[in-house]
């Protein structure tokens, strides 16, 4: 299985700040990695896949880049809806993966 | 705009089989697109199931292979999830999800809650 190892765990961030989460694959993935928004109580939301290709309808802040075994997310400048805990998944091969979680709360 | 809807029992004793079914609307589950179980447990993170393609085609978790058969029925447009011997370690929300290898997994369902419990 290939695993995936997101840093930091918990961050603690302020409004406009620029926030980056690392996540990192125990073997090469290609571009074949998702990242997902899930706030308390709902389902997952995917925000960037391919690496680096935004979701339709998802803010411009957000951003992805990588390729192989390291990765990141990046948000530009926090705004109050992205806290939440973000995951990463890996799509290159079986079974699907997702990273531990990274929980973005309020400083 | 497709939606995701799960279905099943909210409990389901020890040893007992677990069944959830997805009710695909708004799209057709004869897409190029894969078909997923995803599960939470209460506080942590996120573990994938399995999944099946339109023409039956399936991919299991390793972990839970011998317990896990994911079907489709074309008919009614849903999918469903069948886990046998369930422990309390099953006890988890449960997301249907559609996927692609590129696209990552682009819709989801709003999740069900399932307690394995004596």
């Known amino acids: 299985d290939v695993q995936l190892t997101q840093s930091p765990s918990f961050l603690s961030a302020s409004i406009g700040d620029r926030v980056t989460i690392t996540c990192r694959a125990s073997?090469?993935?290609?571009?074949?990695l998702a990242w997902y928004q899930q706030k308390s109580g709902k389902a997952p939301k995917l925000l960037i896949y391919?690496?680096?290709t935004l979701q339709s309808g998802v803010p411009s802040r957000f951003s992805g880049s990588g390729s192989g075994t390291e990765f990141t997310l990046t948000i530009s400048s926090l705004q109050p809806e992205d806290f939440a805990t973000y995951y990463c998944?890996?799509?290159?091969?079986?079974?699907?993966?997702f990273g531990q979680g990274t929980k973005v709360e309020i400083k | 705009q497709v939606q995701l809807q799960e279905s099943g029992p909210g409990l389901v004793k020890t040893s007992g089989t677990l069944s959830l079914t997805c009710v695909v609307s708004?799209?057709?589950?004869?897409?190029?697109?894969?078909w997923s179980w995803v599960r939470q447990p209460p506080g942590k993170g996120l573990e994938w199931i399995g999944e099946?393609?339109?023409?039956?085609?399936?991919n299991y978790n390793p972990s839970l292979m011998s317990r896990v058969t994911v079907s489709v029925d074309k008919s009614k447009n849903q999918f469903s999830l069948k886990l046998t011997s369930v422990t309390a370690a099953d006890t988890a929300v449960y997301y249907c999800?559609?996927?692609?290898?590129?696209?990552?997994?682009?819709?989801w369902g709003q999740g069900t809650l399932v307690t394995v419990s004596s």
């Open positions: 099946i393609y339109h023409n039956g085609g399936t």
């Open positions: 391919a690496a680096s």
């Open positions: 073997q090469g993935i290609s571009r074949y």
């Open positions: 999800a559609r996927g692609s290898m590129l696209r990552g997994f682009d819709s």
């Open positions: 998944q890996q799509l290159n091969s079986y079974p699907r993966t």
């Open positions: 708004g799209g057709s589950i004869s897409s190029s697109h894969w």
